[in-house]
């Protein structure tokens, strides 16, 4: 079983930056490919960003690709998604996800969640 626990919303002005971070509960953290989806009110869960267990290849969705960066580093059990440049309609409760199969943008891929974390996004 691993735990995850997000960490790093908040409220901010649009064009502003956070950085949210998910700390894993396991040992074998590095074999885990490692997600973010987002949930808006009323909205189906959405896919953010992943990154490969060994390779730390990144994976963006078209939403928010070259505005979000995600990384691990792997020796402190911890993911983080940098989101620079942020517009009102990324307010969302972010949630990261954990898995050791090579899964991708599909949430239900993913056995471990997190209990999530809340972006506001002010305009």
């Known amino acids: 079983q691993v735990q995850l626990v997000e960490s790093g919303g908040g409220t901010v002005q649009a064009g502003g930056s956070l950085r949210l971070s998910c700390a894993a509960s396991?040992?074998?953290?590095?074999?885990?490919?490692m997600a973010w989806f987002r949930q808006a009110p009323g909205k189906e869960r959405e896919y953010v960003a992943h990154?490969?267990?060994?390779?730390?290849?990144?994976y963006y969705a078209d939403s928010v690709k070259g505005r979000f960066a995600i990384s691990r580093v792997n020796a402190q059990n911890t993911m983080y998604l940098q989101m620079n440049s942020l517009k009102p309609e990324d307010t969302a409760v972010y949630y990261c996800?954990?898995?050791?199969?090579?899964?991708?943008?599909?949430?239900?891929?993913?056995?471990?969640w997190g209990q999530g974390t809340q972006v506001t996004v002010s305009s």
């Open positions: 996800a954990a898995d050791q199969a090579r899964s991708g943008s599909i949430w239900s891929q993913y056995d471990y």
């Open positions: 396991t040992r074998t953290f590095s074999t885990y490919t």
């Open positions: 990154i490969s267990a060994r390779s730390g290849r990144t």
